[in-house]
């Protein structure tokens, strides 16, 4: 087996385990949606996976290991949306809506 050959084997191998991780991911931000009932997005997950697989199609389908810019421009928008979902479920999930003013536990120092 050459390189280029196993570079292909290993990016399309890569891919699926890439889409089962987003596939988990999405299905975590149905169920804080349907649960928390504050909006999602979930289904804007489906985007970067796409787009990984264009790029992985794109990098199995050339004969180089690396050095090409479309597939490139395509890792790094499904990795920059990817960074921006996650970060907004997350953002939902730790910070969520303030229905309840928080008090602080000391009173403030008055001399």
Do not use: C, K, N
């Not at 050459?2 to 931000?29: C, G, K, N």
């Not at 996976?49 to 597939?71: F, P």
Request: charged content about 15%.
């Amino acid at each position: 087996m050459i390189p280029s050959e196993l570079s292909q084997l290993l990016m399309l191998y890569t891919w699926f385990a890439l889409a089962a991780l987003l596939f988990f991911l999405l299905l975590i931000a149905r169920f804080y949606q349907r649960f928390a009932s504050e909006r999602t997005f979930f289904r804007w997950f489906i985007f970067p996976a796409a787009v990984y697989g264009l790029a992985t199609i794109r990098y199995a389908s050339i004969d180089q290991v690396a050095g090409d810019g479309i597939g490139a421009l395509l890792m790094g928008a499904a990795g920059i949306s990817l960074a921006a979902l996650s970060a907004l479920v997350y953002r939902r999930m730790t910070v969520g809506r303030a229905s309840v003013p928080v008090q602080p536990l000391d009173p403030p120092f008055h001399d």
